[in-house]
């Protein structure tokens, strides 16, 4: 498999060398949808200068977190989220029959993939480090990768299940557009400005508080006051991360074992 994914980044770089124009487009569309939504933010917090304790620079930090595990899913696992096209189509019934693991196989389906947005995102989180003074010492250097991968995974877990769904479901557009909803709008901002019921649903239905809320409260040193638990339950996004990985993955065989395909 390591064989294959080495071919597999091949293809991609020599597409992206191919096609120079499309790359162009799709990172200046990249730097556009980041560059509105926290301008968007901007003007928000110059209307409310503190959201409930946060500040602007604060809440930038909030987003380079979201943003860089947001990003590092979309460069490695996207994929996944075309499972239910490859199901209603039929044409998720190949990766049945060959050798590999069907999931692998999936990731590595060729798609013009580069990495500009993780390079994005990296150059943002260093700016939000810079904006919102967070200390800079050995724990954060250690811990913001893993808290990047762990926001990576937890991607990864929510969209393999809903992936999964479609093996029952087909058509699973709709809860598809709910989740992606759920975290693009609402990662945006401090949980605790929300309902309790909400909040319990970003913290621990939809864990998306992890990849960003919960680690930006303990690295900027703040008192967590959307569900009042300790700051240091930030730390643990990379165990959330692969604990929802294991728990979808299994979900994942379970649904193989009863896929039916659809006919076509």
């Known amino acids: 498999m390591l064989a294959a994914y080495v071919q597999y980044w091949r293809i991609n770089v020599l597409t992206m060398l191919e096609y120079r124009a499309n790359f162009i487009m799709w990172f200046a569309f990249t730097i556009v949808y980041h560059g509105v939504a926290l301008a968007a933010l901007y003007v928000t917090m110059r209307q409310f200068p503190s959201m409930n304790g ?92 893993l808290v990047v991968i762990g926001g990576a995974l937890i991607d990864l877990g929510i969209s393999l299940v809903v992936a999964t769904l479609s093996f029952w479901f087909v058509r699973v557009d709709t809860l598809r557009w709910v989740v992606m909803s759920l975290e693009q709008d609402f ?32 690295f900027l040193q703040k008192a967590e006051t959307g569900l009042h638990l300790n700051p240091t339950v930030g730390l643990l996004t990379p165990a959330i991360g692969a604990a929802w990985f294991l728990a979808s993955y299994a979900f994942w065989r379970i649904g193989l074992r009863y896929y039916q395909g659809t006919g076509s």
């Open 54 to 145: 946060w500040s602007f620079r604060e809440m930038f930090f909030l987003y380079a977190l979201w943003m860089c595990g947001h990003e590092l899913h979309n460069v490695l696992f996207f994929n996944v989220v075309t499972v239910p096209d490859f199901v209603r189509e039929g044409r998720f019934d190949r990766f049945l029959v060959r050798p590999l693991d069907t999931l692998f196989q999936v990731l590595t389906v060729p798609q013009q993939i580069s990495p500009d947005g993780i390079l994005l995102a990296i150059a943002t989180l260093v700016a939000a480090v810079a904006a919102a003074h967070v200390r800079v010492d050995a724990l954060l250097v250690l811990f913001v990768p």
């Open 187 to 218: 990662t945006r901002y401090p949980i605790s400005i929300y309902t309790r019921g909400v909040r319990i649903v970003l913290a621990f239905v939809f864990p998306f508080a992890f990849m960003n809320y919960f680690p930006a409260t303990y």
